[in-house]
C-alpha cells in the first residue's frame, strides 16, 4: 500500500503571508493528488485534483504542484478564512489514501 | 445542485453490523465515469477511504477492511448503501459518502455532512 505522508504538521502564520505544505508518497503516483481543506465539525472541501488543477470556484491562491512521489499546496497570501486541517490523497490501482494533515491556524 | 447525505444509526453494539445509505441528488450514478465512496475519520484523527461503486457497477474496497465491507447501489433510488461488519470501538468515526467523478481521477467533489457513529455497548 502506498502511504502519505505530510510536513508540518501543524503550522501557525499571519494573514498574508505564503504557506507551504508538502505531501510525499512512499512510491510514485504519477500526477494523481488531491488536496483537501477541513474545518472543524465540517466535510472536506476539495481545492485541487491532479496536482495542480485547481477545483472551480477556489480562490486562486491556492495552488499546487509536484509529481511522482513529492508534492506541495502553497497558499500565496494566507486569509483568515484558510484556516483548518489540509489534507493530501493520493489515487493508485483502485486504492485511495489520505496523509495525516497538516493543521494551519492564524497567528 | 449536487447534494449527499448520509444516514444511519448512531449508535451500535460491538459485533454489530453497521449499514449506512447515502442519499443523493444533483446527479445519476449511471453517468459515464461517475463513482460514490465512503470515507470515514475517527474523532480527531485522518481520513480513510473505505469503499466506492461506480457507475458500471465496479466494486473496490480498501485493501485492509475488505473483508468487512459491502458497498451496493440503488440508481433507480439515488441510494448508496455500506455496510461493515463485526463493528469494534475503534470504528467509532464520522461516516461521509462522497461524490466523485471521473473515475476516480478528479477526486472527491462533493461530500456528504457525515454521519457520527459510535460503537459502544
Known amino acids: 500500500d502506498i502511504q502519505m505522508t505530510q510536513s508540518p504538521s501543524t503550522l501557525s502564520a499571519s494573514v498574508g503571508d505564503r504557506v507551504t505544505v508538502t505531501c510525499r508518497a512512499s512510491?510514485?503516483?504519477?500526477?494523481?493528488l488531491a488536496w483537501y481543506q477541513q474545518k472543524p465539525g465540517k466535510a472536506p472541501k476539495l481545492l485541487i485534483y491532479?496536482?495542480?488543477t485547481l477545483e472551480g470556484g477556489v480562490p486562486s491562491r491556492f495552488s499546487g504542484s509536484g509529481s511522482g512521489t513529492e508534492f506541495t499546496l502553497t497558499i500565496s497570501s494566507l486569509q483568515p478564512d484558510d484556516f483548518g486541517t489540509y489534507y493530501c490523497?493520493?489515487?493508485?490501482?483502485?486504492?485511495?489514501?489520505f496523509g495525516p494533515g497538516t493543521k494551519v491556524d492564524i497567528k | 445542485q449536487v447534494t449527499l447525505r448520509e444516514s444511519g444509526p448512531a449508535l451500535v453494539k460491538p459485533t454489530q453490523t453497521l449499514t449506512l445509505t447515502c442519499t443523493f441528488s444533483?446527479?445519476?450514478?449511471?453517468?459515464?465515469?461517475?463513482?460514490v465512496s465512503w470515507v470515514r475519520q475517527p474523532p480527531g484523527k485522518a481520513l480513510e477511504w473505505l469503499a466506492r461503486?461506480?457507475?458500471?457497477?465496479?466494486?473496490y474496497y480498501s485493501a485492509s477492511l475488505k473483508t468487512r465491507l459491502t458497498i451496493s447501489k440503488d440508481t433507480s433510488k439515488n441510494q448508496v448503501v455500506l455496510t461493515m461488519t463485526n463493528m469494534d470501538p475503534v470504528d467509532t468515526a464520522t461516516y461521509y459518502c462522497?461524490?466523485?467523478?471521473?473515475?476516480?481521477?478528479?477526486?472527491?467533489?462533493?461530500w456528504g455532512q457525515g454521519t457520527l457513529v459510535t460503537v459502544s455497548s
Open positions: 462522497a461524490r466523485m467523478p471521473g473515475g476516480g481521477y478528479r477526486g472527491f467533489d462533493h
Open positions: 444533483g446527479f445519476s450514478l449511471s453517468t459515464s465515469a461517475m463513482c
Open positions: 461503486i461506480d457507475w458500471d457497477d465496479d466494486i
Open positions: 512510491q510514485s503516483i504519477s500526477s494523481w
Open positions: 491532479k496536482a495542480s
Open positions: 490523497q493520493q489515487y493508485d490501482s483502485y486504492q485511495f489514501t
